[in-house]
């Protein structure tokens, strides 16, 4: 009897401690209903991997002498440039919004879409680095094929989705800027290129009308040109089409995402936020 | 000829928005300018004089050392810094500016001393044999010998604020901005800093410098003028002697007093 309002007290500050990270928590709110949507695109990949392992038509969708393995492999390794490229400018501002250099960085005679590009180039470099470990090691233990790829026609792929990407991930940094947490840009953008990009499974499974959601979404050029280009043994010619697309969006985004940048930055200047989180 | 000043404020206002939360967050960053920060500020700095900022939490000394700094924009009026309007020429206020905050935290933690200082350097456009020089240069006046090596979450809080005025000096700014650098020092340790500003910074160098303060002896000790903001309006921009004649008081604590509680009868 003796420890039971040892036990009491205990559980209360159990309870006080859960009550201050759920206060905090949902004080994002946005944060909160992004949890739930990206649930649904979770769950919405596994359906679509499921229709695919099941159907019989399952080898007729992969390139010519693959298997599903490597088709995944390159899925999996080249999607994560796309993660890369967008949290990574995430990830520097909020890094030095939290470590406290950021108002130091700010008042150097360096701009901060440079500071932000300058810190973004290791973690692209690292990802590079794990990309070419996960292929060597499917390469080495499971068969992955190697020896046919076009890697000129792969790098040209990697450097114009690097580009497209790139857009994409400034634009997440200008929500970051302005709305300092809870970035649904970036869920949206990995979420529904993951159901449509194809990175598990070819768009070929999905319903018509994902299919056409598909072909507004970068990363379905990039894997499929990077599939062509290193299991399909495509030439560098037959891969303009997926080269042109992703320039297409580099075209587009990169200019967009620069002035929708330039007015957060002026906007937070202006707000007193731009140092905040 | 407003360029021969190194600092210079035109009815310099600042208004913010409204704070906001939940889903009113995200309107934030649209809302209309409603709170006042700064009000109709307007001063003067020469070359070479130190000018001390006080007055209470919240009448606007950080916004106005953050808008010469271009890290905020005035929302009316005109800062100019050595002559470079803060809002249209970032870029140039930037090369005359040297800025250092109380803060703790505000270096890589994990890289040395040295490392930091590379970095700051190649950011502010040194070469690597530029800013080896000027960092050897700094190590014996900021007494930094021994700690280059070091990462500098080895480093004393004392320290840490030493090497954030070694970054600020780097590029050899004009003007040097302080807020609030000895907050987070213990009594000796923020005595020896300020003793180390008054030889090094202001004595040797000669450099321009404006800071905010809440610790009354670092301003007697350290201001040529003094800077009184309330509210967002500077009551007054004077000596120490004539802000105590101003005020009728014997100390700057006193002067400070009076000063503000007759602005507020005034606007009442």
Not at chain 1, 55 to 64: F, I, N, Q, T, V
Not at chain 1, 163 to 183: D, E, Q
Not at chain 2, 75 to 95: I, M, N, S, Y
Request: with cysteine; glycine share 8%; net charge positive.
């Amino acid at each position: 009897m003796k420890n039971s309002p040892q036990f009491a007290l205990t559980l209360r500050k159990l309870a006080l401690l859960f009550r201050r990270d759920f206060a905090v928590a949902s004080s994002y709110r946005a944060a909160f209903l992004i949890e739930i949507f990206q649930a649904l695109f979770g769950c919405a990949s596994f359906y679509f991997l499921s229709r695919f392992v099941q159907s019989a038509a399952l080898e007729k969708s992969l390139p010519a002498g693959t298997n599903y393995f490597s088709f995944a492999l390159v899925g999996i390794a080249f999607f994560d440039y796309l993660s890369v490229a967008l949290v990574s400018f995430d990830t520097s501002l909020q890094e030095a919004r939290q470590n406290g250099t950021l108002e130091n960085l700010l008042v150097t005679q360096t701009s901060l879409p440079v500071i932000l590009a300058g810190s973004s180039l290791y973690p692209f470099v690292l990802m590079s680095l794990r990309t070419a470990i996960y292929i060597g090691w499917g390469a080495v233990l499971f068969g992955f094929p190697l020896r046919e790829a076009n890697w000129l026609g792969a790098f040209l792929v990697l450097g114009a989705s690097v580009l497209a990407f790139s857009g994409l991930g400034i634009l997440s940094a200008s929500y970051l800027l302005i709305f300092k947490r809870g970035n649904p840009v970036t869920w949206a953008i990995l979420g529904l290129s993951s159901v449509v990009g194809g990175m598990m499974y070819p768009i070929s499974v999905l319903p018509v009308w994902l299919q056409h959601i598909a072909r507004l979404v970068p990363v379905t050029y990039s894997l499929e040109g990077m599939r062509a280009a290193i299991l399909g043994h495509a030439s560098t010619r037959e891969l303009l089409p997926s080269i042109a697309g992703l320039l297409l969006f580099a075209v587009i985004l990169l200019p967009v995402s620069f002035a929708i940048f330039s007015w957060a930055v002026r906007r937070t200047k202006i707000t007193g936020t731009l140092t905040h989180f | 000829m407003v360029e021969n000043f190194a600092l210079s404020l035109e009815n310099v206002e600042k208004y913010f928005p409204p704070t906001a939360s939940g889903w009113r967050a995200f309107v934030h960053p649209i809302l209309r300018l409603t709170v006042p920060a700064l009000r109709g500020v307007s001063f003067e700095v020469k070359q070479g004089e130190v000018l001390a900022l006080v007055g209470a939490n919240g009448a606007g000394k950080s916004t106005l050392l953050r808008i010469l700094t271009t890290l905020l924009i005035p929302t009316r009026g005109r800062a100019q810094v050595c002559g470079f309007d803060v809002a249209r020429e970032p870029a140039k206020v930037l090369l005359q500016i040297g800025y250092h905050t109380g803060a703790d935290s505000c270096f890589y933690s994990r890289l040395t001393a040295r490392e930091n200082l590379v970095l700051f350097a190649g950011l502010n456009n040194l070469s690597g044999a530029e800013a080896s020089r000027r960092i050897s240069e700094l190590t014996g006046p900021f007494g930094l010998g021994e700690l280059l090596n070091r990462q500098v979450r080895t480093l004393s809080t004392g320290n840490i604020h030493r090497l954030g005025l070694a970054r600020a000096m780097l590029h050899r700014p004009s003007v040097l901005i302080l807020d609030e650098p000895t907050r987070s020092l213990d009594p000796l340790a923020a005595a020896e800093f300020r003793r180390f500003l008054l030889q090094q910074i202001v004595g040797v160098h000669g450099t321009t410098m404006i800071f905010a303060s809440h610790t009354l002896a670092e301003v007697e000790q350290l201001s040529g003028r003094i800077a009184m903001l309330d509210n967002g309006r500077l009551l007054t921009c004077d000596t120490l002697a004539g802000l105590k004649a101003a005020a009728g008081a014997d100390t700057l604590e006193e002067s400070l007093e009076i000063l503000t509680r007759r602005a507020s009868r005034e606007t009442q």
